[in-house]
């Protein structure tokens, strides 16, 4: 599976972006696909995931949970991450990553995920 991952910009705080994430070479069907998240000089940061590409099941971070919304288009093969009400502290480089066979409770662990995106950077100006 290759994850090609687009939508990052410059924004206000407060401000909205949505992120994308398509997958080519097979489909997300199964899969289970999360956004992460690096700030500069910091770990890798678990934001959201669908678990295995249920809409009904999805997890999010406590530092995104009501200010982002992750989403899939079965169609298009693609997962989005919506967010709103930005803060400077949501800068950071924001990968997307998926995998099929995943646990719940591995959902926010970066090694379970064999598939990434290359990044696309997210920059939130006060």
């Known amino acids: 599976v290759q994850l090609q991952a687009c939508g990052g910009g410059l924004v206000q705080a407060g401000g909205s972006l949505r992120l994308s994430c398509t997958a080519s070479?097979?489909?997300?069907?199964?899969?289970?696909v999360a956004w992460f998240r690096q700030a500069p000089g910091k770990e890798r940061e678990f934001a959201a995931a669908i678990f295995r590409w249920n809409p009904s099941n999805t997890v999010y971070a406590d530092s995104v949970k009501g200010r982002f919304t992750i989403s899939k288009d079965n169609i298009k093969n693609t997962v989005y991450l919506q967010m709103n009400s930005l803060k400077p502290d949501d800068t950071a480089v924001y990968y997307c990553?998926?995998?099929?066979?995943?646990?719940?409770?591995?959902?926010?662990?970066?090694?379970?995920?064999?598939?990434w995106g290359q990044g696309t950077l997210v920059t939130v100006s006060s």
């Open positions: 990553a998926a995998g099929s066979r995943l646990i719940y409770s591995s959902l926010g662990i970066p090694s379970s995920y064999p598939y």
């Open positions: 070479g097979r489909t997300f069907s199964g899969h289970s």
